[in-house]
């Protein structure tokens, strides 16, 4: 059965963004991201996708959106307005979905997630989008891993991976 896993980096304060950006430079992260969510089902907010801009290639891209008429003027891109319209084009694919933000998105598909893959940067970034709020007491850390400040990261991080218990 396919699988649902959310993905996201935040700062020490559990922020995920700043001004409608992510607020850090992290290659290595930005590597990490691109392998956890290829060839998946990847949902995103408005927002979201705003500040991606594009299509992410290799994905079926979904935007979940309150606005009816709002589109994102790629074919490619799906456009729904409903925790149950994801839902069921979910059902309907044979690809795992990768939930990528924004913070009132985590929040809807939290009780659906089967999988977290957090980033925890190093650093406080005065950031306007948080995701402190979302309980992750039903999950139990399986791994983790270090990666230091260097050439292509402007910060030390660590990636975590829960699974639902």
């Known amino acids: 059965m396919n699988?649902?896993?959310?993905?996201?980096?935040?700062?020490?304060?559990?922020?995920?963004?700043?001004?409608?950006?992510i607020p850090w430079h992290i290659a290595d992260d930005l590597k990490l991201f691109k392998a956890e969510t290829l060839n998946t089902l990847t949902?995103?907010?408005r927002a979201t996708w705003d500040s991606i801009g594009r299509p992410l290639p290799k994905r079926t891209n979904v935007v979940l959106t309150r606005q009816e008429t709002w589109q994102s003027g790629h074919e490619s891109v799906k456009v729904v307005h409903s925790v149950d319209e994801v839902i069921q084009l979910f059902k309907q694919c044979d690809?795992?979905?990768a939930i990528i933000g924004g913070a009132e998105i985590f929040k809807?598909?939290?009780p659906f997630a089967d999988e977290l893959v957090i980033t925890r940067v190093q650093?406080?970034?005065?950031?306007?989008?948080f995701v402190d709020d979302i309980?992750?007491?039903d999950?139990?850390?399986q791994s983790q891993k270090n990666y230091e400040k260097n050439d292509n990261n402007d910060y030390a991080f660590i990636v975590e991976h829960y699974l639902k218990k």
């Not at 650093?123 to 989008?129: E, L, S």
């Open 43 to 45: 949902v995103m907010g």
């Open 3 to 21: 699988k649902i896993k959310m993905v996201w980096a935040e700062d020490q304060q559990h922020a995920i963004g700043k001004d409608g950006t």
């Open 123 to 129: 650093a406080t970034i005065n950031g306007d989008t």
């Open 95 to 97: 690809q795992d979905m």
């Open 135 to 137: 309980n992750r007491d």
């Open 139 to 141: 999950f139990t850390l």
């Open 108 to 110: 809807l598909f939290m």
